[in-house]
T-cell receptor, first 115, second 115 residues
Framework: GAVVSQHPSRVICKSGTSVKIECRSLDFQATTMFWYRQFPKQSLMLMAT?????????EQGVEKDKFLINHASLTLSTLTVTSAHPEDSSFYIC???????????FGQGTRLTVV | AQTVTQSQPEMSVQEAETVTLSCTYD???????LFWYKQPPSRQMILVIRQEAYKQQNATENRFSVNFQKAAKSFSLKISDSQLGDAAMYFC????????????FGQGTRLTINP
């Protein structure tokens, strides 16, 4: 099956610094990647959709200057949380898809803690 | 915009028994996909079962089956012979086959299996 690898699985950063999360499709070319945020005991909230080679489409209320998404290749998308603050602490999950399949494939998630 | 509603925040079932998780959705589309995802404590999203809206036959995957009622916009998940490993958060999700193809998730149902 299609495998999506997300790295790192856990990260702790200091307030005011930036942190980058990578999402890689290991055995397929991901034409579209999605980034979600999940608060404790809540559902997944879509942050943005990215297509290879084009700018990401952000959901309403998501700060595009704070959550920078780059989808530079068909196998890699990155989410950079800039000038992180404690309220950015959360669980971030990526998923990837390609044409002809009905499902999306999920990474393992990244737990971000900003101290 | 499409919405997905899971009205049962928590459910519990005795091991080896059967449990049904409810999901309703709202859409004006006639063609779409529906999914049930499982999120165990590891927080890895795992696809349990999928249903294409154009198919009248309910999907089944071993002990998991759905009751898809298109007119009622209902998509429930039945787990037979519940096992301890079934304990997890279960999310119902909707996806358009066209456009952004993003997943819209319900609020989730936490399933506990009692030994």
């Amino acid at each position: 099956g299609a495998v999506v690898s997300q790295h790192p699985s856990r990260v702790i950063c200091k307030s005011g610094t930036s942190v980058k999360i990578e999402c890689r499709s290991l055995d397929f070319q991901a034409t579209t990647m999605f980034w979600y945020r999940q608060f404790p005991k809540q559902s997944l909230m879509l942050m943005a959709t990215s297509n290879e080679g084009s700018k990401a489409t952000y959901e309403q209320g998501v700060e595009k200057d704070k959550f920078l998404i780059n989808h530079a290749s068909l196998t890699l998308s990155t989410l950079t949380v800039t000038s992180a603050h404690p309220e950015d602490s959360s669980f971030y999950i990526c998923s990837a898809s390609y044409g002809g399949v009905t499902e999306a494939f999920f990474g393992q998630g990244t737990r971000l803690t900003v101290v | 915009a499409q919405t997905v509603t899971q009205s049962q925040p928590e459910m519990s079932v005795q091991e080896a028994e059967t449990v049904t998780l409810s999901c309703t959705y709202d859409t004006s589309e006639s063609d779409y996909y529906l999914f049930w995802y499982k999120q165990p404590p590891s927080r890895q999203m795992i696809l349990v079962i999928r249903q294409e809206a154009y198919k009248q036959q309910n999907a089944t995957e071993n002990r998991f089956s759905v009751n898809f009622q298109k007119a009622a916009k209902s998509f429930s998940l039945k787990i037979s012979d519940s096992q301890l490993g079934d304990a997890a958060m279960y999310f119902c999700a909707y996806r358009n086959p066209q456009g952004a193809q993003k997943l819209v998730f319900g609020q989730g149902t936490r399933l506990t299996i009692n030994p």
